[in-house]
C-alpha cells in the first residue's frame, strides 16, 4: 500500500506561483509513474502532468512553459512547479501514481492523495 499526501496549495494572485508537493510512503517509488491531475467545480477531473519512472515528462497543453514536474527518488517526493498562474488554474490538485503507463494517460494511477486546493485570484 502507497500513500500519498500533497501540500503547497493556496490562495495565490494572477501571475504568481506556487509549489505542490506529494510525499509518497513505501520504497517503490521510483518504480512508479507520477502525475498529477486536477478537477475543478463542475469540470471533469483532467491531467495536468505527469512524469514517467524514465522520467519522460507530459503536459496538457494550456499549462506548457508554465508548470514543470519533477520527482527526487531518494525523498520519495513529486513535485509541481506552477508559476504565472491565471484564475482557470483554479482546482483541486491531486497526486497520483502507479506501475502503468495509464497513470500518466488521462485515467491515474492506482493510489491517489487527498487533494491540495488552488485558488488563483485577485
Known amino acids: 500500500q502507497v ?5 503547497g496549495g493556496g490562495l495565490v494572485q494572477p501571475g504568481g506561483s506556487l509549489r505542490l508537493s ?10 512508479y509513474h507520477m502525475a498529477w491531475y486536477r478537477q475543478a467545480p463542475g469540470k471533469e477531473r483532467e491531467l495536468v502532468a505527469g512524469i514517467t519512472r524514465y522520467d ?7 499549462v506548457k512553459g508554465r508548470f514543470t514536474i519533477s520527482r527526487d527518488n531518494a525523498k520519495n517526493t513529486l513535485y509541481l512547479q506552477m508559476n504565472s498562474l491565471k484564475p482557470e488554474d ?33
Open 56 to 62: 519522460v515528462t507530459k503536459y496538457m497543453d494550456s
Open 3 to 7: 500513500q500519498l499526501v500533497e501540500s
Open 22 to 31: 506529494c510525499a509518497a510512503s513505501g520504497s517503490i517509488f521510483s518504480r
Open 90 to 122: 483554479t482546482a483541486v490538485y491531486y497526486c497520483t501514481g502507479g506501475a502503468t503507463i495509464a497513470t500518466i494517460s488521462g485515467i491515474g494511477g492506482t493510489y491517489w492523495g487527498q487533494g491540495t486546493q488552488v485558488t488563483v485570484s485577485s
